[in-house]
């Protein structure tokens, strides 16, 4: 029998976390000591390192529990598991797209204030700013005229 700690140090995960796995149903309650200490098997470990090895992966406490409860059932949870991993990939690649948006934007601004330092311009707060806003709502007027017109003309 392996005592909270004992598990931690085997799996690298902390007491607090296994305790928390236990709450939310990833893994079977364990036995309890007389004193109410939990004790428990060395089955716990493999079942407690895949936790830890699919939050690696970006796989959130709900999906897991989805795995294991396949597995527990007796089914095979690698069609799941490629499934959460491909929403995983999609979610990721489309943050990488936004971020290289908002890169781009934040490029043009800083272009924008070193043009118009160079001309000598002022401004009410600061130019960066509001300049970035009159041109992203140019660009987004522009970009919603473009794409009616493209609708029209479908």
Partial sequence: MLTVG???EQTGLS???IRLYEADGLIDPPERTPAGYRTYTANALPVLRFIRQAQA???????IK?????QRQGRQPCALVTDLLDEHLTEIDQRIADLHALRETLQNARDRA????DRGETAVICHI???THAH???HAHAHAHAHAHSDSTA
């Fill in 136 to 138: 992203a709502h140019a």
């Fill in 57 to 63: 992966l970006g796989l959130s406490l709900k999906e």
């Fill in 114 to 117: 070193d043009q118009a330092a």
């Fill in 129 to 131: 700013i509001e300049a």
């Fill in 6 to 8: 004992r598990v931690a």
């Fill in 66 to 70: 989805r795995i294991l409860d396949l």
């Fill in 15 to 17: 007491a607090k976390a």
